[in-house]
Each structure stands twice: as C-alpha cells, then as structure tokens.
C-alpha cells in the first residue's frame, strides 16, 4: 500500500470481546496500518487490555483513554481529532471493536483512494451477493434496509449501507467532519454525510463517496445496538434533517 492508515476503534466494556491477536496479526502483516483504541468510559477490565496492546505495539497502537462514557459517536469523534494532530496517516478510519468487519477489507478500501484520486470519504457494505459472506441476523437485515432507505430520501443520496462500521477518509476532513458533537449517539454516520452535504454540496459529495461491498461481515454477539435503538432511528433522522437543512 502507498498510503498509510490509522483506524479508530472504540472500545466500551470490550475487555472479553476485543480480538487483540487479530489487531495484532494486522499490524503485523500490514506496516501501512496504525490503531488508535478509545477506551470510553469502560468498568470492566477494557483499558488494561488496551495498555497491554500498546505494550507490546507502542509504534503501531495508540490508547486513548476517556473518563467518562459518551457513547459511540463521542468516542469516534475524540478518536479521530486525536489521531488527526499525533499521526501524518493520510488516512483516517473508525472501525468496531469486535471487528465484524475483519481488517482484511481495508485492502480493498483503500483501493478505492488509490484509483480514484478525487475520492474522499469510503463506506464499507454489506451487500449480499454471490461470494459474499455477510452472516447477519434477518431483523437487522430487514430494519437496515428500511433504515438505509429513509437515509437516501433524507440526504438525497443512493445509499445501500449508511450504518457499516467500517468508514475510511482523507485525513484533511478530520476536523471538517468532527470538529462539532453529534447530535446522535448511533446515527453520526447520517450526520457525518450531511456534514459533507453542507461543507461541499450535494454533486461533490455524489462525485467523491463510495460505497466498497464487503467480501465478509459477520454479527457478533454483545453489540451495544439493540433493536430498539433501530426502531428509534427514523425519528432521530427527522431531528437531523431539521438540523443540517438549516
């Protein structure tokens, strides 16, 4: 790879789930990638293992610890402002801690930067196709593309997979995305795109996001999304058009 990447991960009571050897079998295979693990807020044991990761890996990961939970969307944003001034990556991403995602799909991400200079923003998705292996459970699948579909008629994009916790950019958008709190705790990605709407409208923002199809996403056991947060989302997408539209 000819860019370097530091990924976000927030990590909030993850001490049992985090799969170190896999952040660390990528480190080690991928001398391109750096890790900035937010501890937000844990009480059971989280921040240790992620001392222990930076022990080990003090080059390659970062801890970020923070006091006081904030959710999601907090973590991220803290995560990225903090890698955007200590690492020279020129790209920043945020992925989930249980890695759902696996690291192997950065490749094909990054990719994307590579042969499409004028992108800028690169959203990972679980589309379900042949040779795909997307293992998520029905409901979520169902309430995902309701969801995804109120997404594209709020922010009048074709989006598939607004949700994906696998998101890559130019570092230079750090502070033009996440200078300012999210109103939400689990919708920022919305949020982050409207941002993009507003900083450089609507054709640009078409010209230079991409949505990459995952070659493999699993559900694991123990998010802290639960299908009541999914059953809120039109609501609290209503209360960002209000906003961004201003």
Request: with cysteine; charged share 30%; hydrophobic share 40%.
């Amino acid at each position: 790879m000819n860019l370097n990447v530091c990924l976000v991960i927030p990590c909030y009571n993850e001490a049992r789930r985090l799969p170190t050897r896999e952040i660390l079998d990528s480190l080690a295979t991928n001398p391109w990638l750096t890790v900035c693990l937010v501890d937000d807020g844990s009480s059971d044991g989280t921040r240790e293992v992620l001392e222990a990761l930076n022990r080990e890996r003090p080059d390659r990961v970062m801890v970020l610890p923070v006091e006081v939970n904030g959710g999601k969307a907090e973590a991220v944003r803290q995560g990225v402002l903090h890698v955007s001034r200590a690492s020279r990556s020129e790209l920043i991403g945020y992925w989930d801690a249980d890695l759902s995602t696996p690291l192997s799909e950065l490749a094909g991400m990054i990719s994307v930067f590579e042969h499409q200079p004028a992108s800028r923003f690169v959203m990972g998705s679980r589309v379900r196709r042949l040779g795909s292996k997307i293992k998520r459970r029905a409901i979520r699948r169902y309430l995902g593309r309701v969801f995804s579909t109120l997404a594209s008629v709020i922010l009048d994009l074709p989006i598939y997979d607004s949700q994906c916790g696998a998101k890559l950019f130019r570092r230079e958008l750090a502070e033009v995305l996440f200078a300012e709190r999210f109103m939400t705790r689990w919708l920022f990605d919305v949020e982050i795109l409207a941002r993009l709407i507003g900083q450089f409208g609507q054709e640009e923002v078409r010209r230079t996001t991409v949505e990459v199809p995952l070659s493999a996403w699993r559900e694991v056991g123990g998010s802290k999304l639960r299908v009541a947060h999914m059953l809120e989302a039109p609501f609290e997408l209503l209360k960002i058009r209000a906003r961004y539209r201003r």
